[in-house]
């Protein structure tokens, strides 16, 4: 079936830091949007993304839609202990015609407080 | 504005019961999707609704089923429980004229014993 890849599975992040993940894929993707999960509560649509090449900011959160339309990227810059949780990057499944209501999520990126 | 309600948030089943789960999207929200959620494989789409009408199903068994009610609400029903069902379910809402995504209720956490 439809896989997302979001790399990396984990990090460690020290206060100040900029983070960088992504999401790729075999298919073409119409939409990218990127989720935060904190432990215990749903994933929270942090930016949203409809066209290739578009880059969106969300304050200290910065998303692009690949230009080939397989990728997307997610940077957080001056990272901060509240970013601490799971970022999933999140499609329209192509196989259901691209129905919004039907996101392929990738497995996550955890973020995590460096010891 | 309310956000999307799930009830109950935890529940303990034993294998072989069957178990009810409720959702209450966002006023105006048309559109509800269900999820399921594990350790191992992820954020798994299990139906989407609109209008009361399923519009799509993910890969489940048939013991997994679903509806949504003249106001939206939806409700998703698992028979005959197995070990393997114990996981977060979610579901979401969304405005059919926004683009800004599905809002995600905190879930129901289900543990079949």
């Known amino acids: 079936g439809q896989q997302l890849n979001q790399s990396p599975q984990s990090m460690f992040i020290q206060e100040g830091e900029d983070v960088s993940m992504n999401c790729t894929s075999s298919s073409i993707f119409n939409t990218w949007l990127w989720y935060k999960q904190d432990p215990g509560e749903g994933p929270v649509l942090l930016i949203a993304?409809?066209?290739?090449?578009e880059l969106t900011s969300n304050g200290r959160l910065t998303a692009q839609f690949g230009i080939t339309r397989k990728d997307s990227f997610l940077n957080i810059s001056a990272s901060i202990p509240s970013d601490v949780g799971i970022y999933f990057c999140a499609g329209p499944n192509p196989n259901y015609g691209g129905s919004q209501g039907n996101l392929i999520f990738g497995k996550g990126t955890k973020l995590s407080v460096k010891p | 504005k309310a956000g999307v309600t799930q009830t109950p948030r935890y529940l303990i089943k034993t294998r072989g019961q069957q178990v009810t789960l409720s959702c209450s999207p966002i006023s105006g929200h048309r559109s509800v999707s269900w999820y399921q959620q594990t350790p191992g494989q992820g954020l798994q789409f299990l139906f989407e609704?609109?209008?009361?009408?399923?519009?799509n199903k993910g890969n489940f068994p048939g013991r997994f089923s679903g509806r949504q009610f003249s106001n939206s609400r939806s409700e998703m029903n698992v028979s005959t429980l197995e070990l393997g069902d114990s996981a977060l379910y979610l579901c979401a809402s969304r405005s059919v004229v926004s683009n800004y995504g599905y809002t995600f209720g905190s879930g129901t956490r289900l543990t079949v014993v």
């Open positions: 993304l409809y066209k290739a090449g």
């Open positions: 609704y609109f209008s009361e009408t399923q519009r």
